[in-house]
């Protein structure tokens, strides 16, 4: 009878206890392009951030693989730049940006309560970013698991540190704000720019896919063959700055809004609902930090087909 009893107690921790994949997912090494979008909130101007793995490096003996800040999606264009250099270590992701120290971007093999720290830090604008000798460190706080659009279920890192919190996925990265290098960025301007990771492609396949400006991988898009935007918006949010509430108001009589999602200027959902009433929505903010947000709404089919910005003082 004890034997039965410790056998079911085993059974029952067993089927409590998280399970995560079995299989372990690595970073890209070759032919990857980790899209990021943002805009305005004062301008309304839209911009893009595209950095591609592509072709091998030596530096002081040791193979990298090379990142290049892209012009467009094309990963050999004459007009994109070489930002950083990559190898992979086990489960980390390792970079060497010049006039840095060699740095870990990446480790994958965290437990919840381990802390990784960084040297580099920086901050992103439309254009770019720039980078700085700094110490700074992020702690895993949970770990859980994801499915992504290619239907793998693939490990996911959340983090927070003294500046702001972050989010990895296995074999991706990072999916908050600035995306691949967003672990090393410590700064956000008061210029009004936001970012979003968008994508991640590789390979010519798009292995994961949360774009809050548009519905594919490369929205609003130009190069010299190649022109492809995003849909009108027809999304209006009011009043702005808000203090208390915001209305949401979807003029479109064709379209019928479904659900909704509200995010903080790191890319993190703070809201969200389904919508069954008409194209007209009102929603308390009244505890929301002061800060940008973005709204976005959606049809049955989980098409973006609105999304607008707002200041909440």
């Not at 980790?34 to 030596?58: A, C, H, K, P, Q």
């Not at 720290?117 to 720039?130: K, L, M, R």
């Not at 929603?283 to 930090?289: A, D, H, M, N, R």
Request: aromatic share 14%.
């Amino acid at each position: 009878m004890k034997k039965l009893a410790s056998l079911l107690i085993g059974v029952k921790l067993l089927c409590c206890t998280p399970t995560f994949g079995q299989n372990y997912f690595p970073f890209p090494d070759s032919n990857a392009i980790w899209n990021t979008v943002g805009n305005n909130i004062f301008t309304s101007g839209e911009f893009r951030t595209r950095y591609g793995l592509f072709g091998d490096t030596i530096i002081n003996s040791t193979p990298y693989h090379k990142i290049y800040d892209l012009f467009d999606t094309n990963l050999i264009h004459k007009n994109s730049s070489y930002f950083a250099a990559m190898r992979l270590e086990e489960k980390k992701v390792i970079i060497q940006i010049q006039d840095f120290p060699e740095t870990i971007l990446y480790d994958f093999s965290l437990n919840v309560g381990d802390t990784i720290w960084y040297e580099i830090g920086g901050c992103a604008y439309s254009s770019g970013c720039d980078l700085w000798p700094q110490s700074h460190w992020k702690t895993v706080t949970a770990i859980d698991t994801i499915t992504i659009d290619n239907g793998d279920q693939r490990k996911r890192w959340h983090l927070e540190s003294d500046f702001m919190s972050d989010t990895w996925i296995e074999g991706i990265g990072s999916v908050a704000w600035y995306g691949l290098f967003n672990p090393i960025i410590t700064d956000i301007l008061t210029n009004g720019d936001n970012f979003y990771f968008a994508c991640l492609k590789q390979n010519e396949q798009v292995v994961y896919l949360n774009n809050p400006l548009c519905n594919v991988c490369f929205c609003q898009l130009y190069t010299e063959i190649a022109q492809t935007k995003c849909p009108e918006n027809r999304l209006t949010v009011f009043p702005n700055p808000a203090k208390d509430r915001i209305i949401i108001q979807y003029n479109d009589i064709d379209k019928r809004m479904h659900s909704l999602k509200i995010f903080n200027s790191l890319g993190i959902t703070l809201f969200e609902k389904h919508v069954h009433t008409d194209n007209k929505l009102e929603i308390s903010v009244g505890e929301f930090l002061k800060g940008f947000y973005t709204v976005i709404v959606f049809d049955k089919s989980k098409q973006i087909i609105g999304l607008n910005k707002f200041i909440k003082e």
